[in-house]
């Protein structure tokens, strides 16, 4: 099955601090999807984004599908913004099953 | 919208005991999922459910059954309980295959 993943598996920003987290896979994929798991569990959508860039306020991503990366960037980061960072992919020619990766965790001290 | 709802949110049960969990969704979605997440990892495929009376085998079955009998309902269940299966359960629904999936606050289960 394909491979996903993240770097680094941890990271520690001064807030205020900008951040680059990676996602590496193995194969083709049709839908990849960013979230953030925050310190009670829930886990949260950032971005849908198989291909391309988007932005959202201070997080965007951008998905080279070519090259096999996708890359999620954290500007003017806040404490609000620990917790855990995973990257899934859906393979291409597979029934709809979202493969994780191992996550990145991200803390923010003041 | 509540979106993708789970009960209950917490349980501990012993060892050989059963336990039904119930996923709800008022999205309209195709797509409905059972996932697992252990300490340290990330998320990993117990069924799924591509519409209404269908189900299907994900990456870590065993142990679990899953019913589908409504659109908007997906229920993961436990025979007989064990340890391994101690877990935080999340659900989650998409309108097909290749779409963005949503997912439900999570079931913590902790089998004694």
């Known amino acids: 099955g394909i491979q996903v993943e993240q770097s680094p598996p941890d990271l520690i920003l001064q807030e205020g601090a900008n951040s680059t987290l990676r996602c590496n896979f193995s194969?083709?994929?049709?839908?990849l999807q960013w979230f953030h798991q925050n310190p009670w569990g829930q886990l949260i959508n950032l971005f849908y984004i198989p291909s391309g860039t988007k932005q959202n306020g201070r997080l965007s991503a951008t998905t080279v599908a070519t090259e096999r990366y996708s890359l999620l960037y954290i500007s003017s980061s806040q404490t609000t913004d620990s917790g855990v960072y995973f990257c899934a992919v859906e393979e291409g020619g597979t029934a709809s099953k979202l493969t994780f990766g191992t996550g990145t965790r991200l803390q923010v001290t003041l | 919208n509540a979106g993708v709802t789970q009960t209950p949110k917490f349980r501990v049960l012993k060892t050989g005991q059963s336990m039904t969990l119930l996923c709800a969704q008022d999205m309209n979605h195709e797509y409905m999922y059972w996932y697992r997440q252990d300490p340290g990892m990330g998320l990993r495929l117990i069924h799924y459910s591509v519409g209404e009376g269908t189900t299907a085998k994900g990456e870590v079955p065993d142990g679990y059954n899953v019913s589908r009998l409504k659109k908007q309902n997906f229920l993961l269940g436990l025979e007989s309980a064990a340890p391994s299966q101690t877990s935080v359960y999340f659900c989650a629904s998409s309108s097909g295959a290749y779409n963005e999936q949503f997912f439900g606050p999570g079931t913590r289960l902790t089998v004694l």
């Open positions: 194969d083709s994929v049709n839908n």
